[in-house]
């Protein structure tokens, strides 16, 4: 069975830092496709960090300079780094992934294995 978990986030002040990590079981997570989403109450899933399976990395506006992914293939696991936090950060964070696919699509709907959801909050 195809999972994801993950683990880290939690309460910082704002300029921060935190780790989520991502660990996948039952395939092989660096030839595929791991992003990186968020949500804040009454928001829209947003995209946040993409890497590919051929480790091109994509990272949105809103955290580009803050934010960085990272793989430990030989761990199965996937990270984001997040630095600089800003109250505007504070959000549920969720990895995903497509299995069979070593492209990363923007949309949140074309993904088939999610992490179970990890909150952050910034305070200032």
């Known amino acids: 069975q195809e999972k994801l978990e993950q683990s880290g986030g939690g309460s910082v002040q704002a300029g921060g830092s935190l780790r989520l990590s991502c660990v996948a079981s039952?395939?092989?997570?660096?030839?595929?496709?791991m992003a990186w989403f968020r949500q804040s109450p009454g928001k829209h899933r947003e995209g946040i960090v993409f890497i590919s399976g051929n480790g091109k990395i994509d990272v949105d506006d809103s955290v580009k300079g803050r934010f960085t992914v990272s793989r430990a293939s030989a761990e199965n696991t996937a990270y984001l780094q997040m630095n600089d936090l800003k109250p505007e950060d504070t959000a549920m964070y969720y990895c995903?992934?497509?299995?069979?696919?070593?492209?990363?699509?923007?949309?949140?709907?074309?993904?088939?294995?999610w992490g179970q959801g990890t909150r952050v909050t910034v305070s200032s």
């Open positions: 995903a992934a497509q299995s069979w696919s070593w492209v990363c699509p923007p949309d949140w709907t074309r993904y088939s294995i």
């Open positions: 039952g395939y092989r997570a660096s030839d595929s496709c």
